[in-house]
């Protein structure tokens, strides 16, 4: 008889069992440790935290916060700002990065190097540190907001960017603008990166789904004589599409969880809020926590959505 | 003339184009050049600098500041040793690049070459003053953090990638919650919890240099990234690969590392080399947990100083120019490379 050592299937549970094992250990181990730790510190644990008052004050916020309220509603504004930056960052980041994809077949050959050169420029910086480039620009560079000269009714200065809204045009009032929709130069400054950075990447995933449809298909539509704006619109996009979906969410999801080097800059987003939350209570554990469990949210939630609108996308076989 | 008709006018909307692109760009390069060239200031002068601010650079801030630039807090009469060290370990993973170095005694070059870097940047033995690693800083930092996170990364990468396609249920799941959990989240926060809660995981009384710790959360942050990378290679693997080896009765290691590993990373270079590349691009954010590597220094060089503080921006952008020479020949490189590895393959 074979020893019972030998049989695959009994060395796989076996194995599964170890490592199951060791896993719990390691997990028992950290837990033990750092109850320990906290214990030996005096550190508190538990969410109980989040009811007290946070004490601090949020620069900017989408809807009205005080440095009264507790923890929670502090951290709801971070995570509100965080949102704020990575929708628009991704519809800004989307139409960027399609046009320097699709600039790359162009037959203008200035054109096609102008985009070549941003896509290398931009991939092969970090993200950090083009955000603290457009950060020190902005608040150094620009003139101040009594300097400013609007051009079509758009402020630039170190106030940040101040756009007309509907009708409400901004206007200089005493030292600053007012009216208007008004980017702070933090949030600005976010913006500017993730939007130029992440477009770099979306312009090589847009250009090689274009260049992966078959040569036939834009030759076909060609001899059925759209234009190359129809061609690209009707035949080669919406192919594309199906190869370039996957990646571009991948890219998305960079964007926002790129989107906590807001902490660098200053703009309260849920990382650097946290982070004060941190300084403030010592509960690292607990904030840290709600930092995972939110962007592992964002990321289940974007990932789903974006399988949802794959699977529109798909071929139907019939 | 013909290739300037066919590339440049074909027809009236591109005719306008290269028009209006052409002067928007030779605008944009004269002022660049001027600026950056033309006007600037080169010497280390603050009086010079400050009566060029705004029409001219002043690479004057580089020139002063290079030293604390290049090697952060590292004390300043020992700074031949993180030149040293840099150039050995810049040596040792360039020759990496070489194909006639792709051999198995290398790897005994590799671990002499680190020994070498550690007890240079440390000292405390053969007379060289101990420098802690809190001192370390600049570029040493930032090429030990990258080589050193991707050398820890590969192995465990291609172990989650195999533990993932595992028929193994409880291992295949737990690979699968790692890989997910650490990619769903984003590194600034791995990085606070090697600042904040490493030190709470260690038995109390032990600590843990941070350097390492940071190091430790870099590795396991880039190993999800590559195993899903390797993941994709192993998943293009034809089932005739592993049914060939079973039939030869390989064992399931011996089957990994002579039959599926080589042809399944071989088809993955670009991703592999992309990985690396943002890893090493990573390495930027471990200032936010106050490591000093070439960002970190910049701050700490320029911030300090009243005189100079004005020109932080020619820092960053030599700083820049640091980082893009190794992740734009990392990226041409990595073209190398496939085309090494694809070079048997018969089309």
């Known amino acids: ?318 | 003339m013909n290739w300037l008709r066919s590339n440049l006018f074909n027809n009236v909307f591109n005719s306008s184009v290269t028009v209006l692109l052409g002067t928007l760009l030779l605008y944009a390069l004269t002022q660049a050049w001027g600026w950056a060239i033309g006007q600037a200031v080169w010497v280390a002068d603050a009086e010079q600098c400050h009566a060029a601010r705004g029409t001219g650079a002043c690479w004057g801030v580089v020139a002063e500041k290079y030293r604390i630039i290049i090697f952060g807090r590292y004390p300043f009469e020992e700074q031949w040793r993180p030149l040293l060290a840099t150039l050995l370990l810049m040596a040792l993973l360039l020759a990496s690049c070489m194909r006639v170095f792709w051999q198995r005694w290398f790897a005994a070059v590799w671990v002499v070459v680190l020994t070498v870097f550690f007890i240079l940047m440390h000292g405390g033995v053969l007379g060289l003053a101990t420098v802690t690693t809190d001192q370390w800083g600049g570029l040493p930092l930032t090429i030990l953090l990258a080589s050193m996170s991707v050398l820890g990364a590969f192995p465990l990468g291609i172990l989650l990638a195999l533990g993932r396609m595992s028929d193994l249920p409880v291992i295949r799941s737990l690979c699968t919650v790692y890989i997910e959990l650490i990619r769903g989240v984003p590194l600034i926060s791995v990085l606070f919890m090697a600042s904040f809660l490493f030190p709470l995981f260690m038995p109390e009384g032990t600590s843990i240099d941070v350097l390492v710790r940071v190091l430790v959360a870099m590795v396991l942050f880039a190993a999800a990234y590559l195993a899903e990378v390797i993941r994709g290679g192993l998943q293009a693997i034809p089932r005739g690969q592993y049914e060939a080896a079973v039939s030869l009765g390989m064992g399931y290691w011996l089957m990994q590392r002579k039959i599926i590993l080589p042809q399944a990373l071989a088809t993955v270079v670009p991703g592999i080399m992309n990985n690396f590349i943002s890893t090493f691009k990573d390495t930027s954010l471990v200032t936010i947990v106050s490591l000093y590597e070439l960002t970190g220094s910049l701050d700490l060089a320029v911030n300090s100083d009243p005189d100079w503080m004005a020109y932080k921006l020619e820092g960053y952008l030599f700083i820049a120019l640091i980082y893009f020479v190794f992740c734009f020949s990392l990226s041409r490189y990595s073209q190398w490379v496939e085309r090494q590895v694809n070079r048997g393959k018969v089309h």
């Not at chain 1, 989408?62 to 949102?83: D, I, R």
């Not at chain 1, 051009?151 to 170190?158: A, Q, R, T």
């Not at chain 1, 130069?185 to 477009?199: N, R």
């Not at chain 1, 770099?200 to 001899?223: K, N």
């Open chain 1, 1 to 318: 008889m074979m020893a019972f050592w030998r049989n695959q299937k009994t060395r796989g549970w076996l194995y599964q069992f170890a490592a199951l094992l060791l896993v719990a250990a390691c997990i028992v181990w950290l837990a033990d440790n750092t109850l320990e730790n906290m214990r030996v510190r005096g550190i508190q644990s538990g969410f109980g935290f989040l009811a007290q008052p946070a004490g601090f004050d949020i620069s900017e916020s989408l809807f009205a916060y005080e440095s009264t309220q507790p923890y929670w509603q502090a951290f709801l504004t971070g995570l509100g700002n965080t949102l704020k930056a990575a929708v628009l960052g991704i519809i800004f980041t989307t139409i960027l990065g399609v046009l320097l994809g699709v600039g790359r077949f162009s037959h203008n050959i200035l054109l096609r190097g102008l985009c070549l050169t941003y896509v290398e420029i931009f991939r092969n910086i970090p993200l950090l540190l083009q955000l603290l480039m457009w950060y020190l620009v902005i608040v150094e560079l620009l003139p101040t907001a009594r300097e400013a000269e609007p051009f079509l009714g758009i402020y630039l200065s170190k106030a940040g960017l101040s756009l007309p809204w509907f009708g409400d045009v901004p206007v200089k009032a005493g030292f600053g603008i007012k009216g208007g929709v008004t980017l702070s130069p933090e949030f600005f400054a976010l913006l500017l990166g993730l939007v130029i950075y992440t477009a770099s990447y979306i312009a090589e995933i847009v250009r090689s789904g274009i260049a992966s449809v078959p040569r036939g298909q834009h030759e076909a539509a060609y001899s059925l004589g759209l234009s190359r704006a129809q061609t690209l619109r009707f035949i080669q996009l919406p192919q594309a599409l199906r190869v370039i979906i996957p990646p571009l969410t991948n890219q998305y999801l960079n964007l926002t969880k790129n989107s906590s080097l807001a902490v660098a800059v200053g703009y309260p987003d849920l990382v650097s809020i946290a982070n004060t939350s941190i300084n403030q209570t010592g509960r690292a554990v607990e904030c840290i926590a709600v930092i995972m469990a939110v962007y592992l949210t964002l990321s289940l939630l974007t990932s789903a959505f974006m399988g949802w609108y794959n699977r529109r996308a798909a071929i139907k076989e019939r």
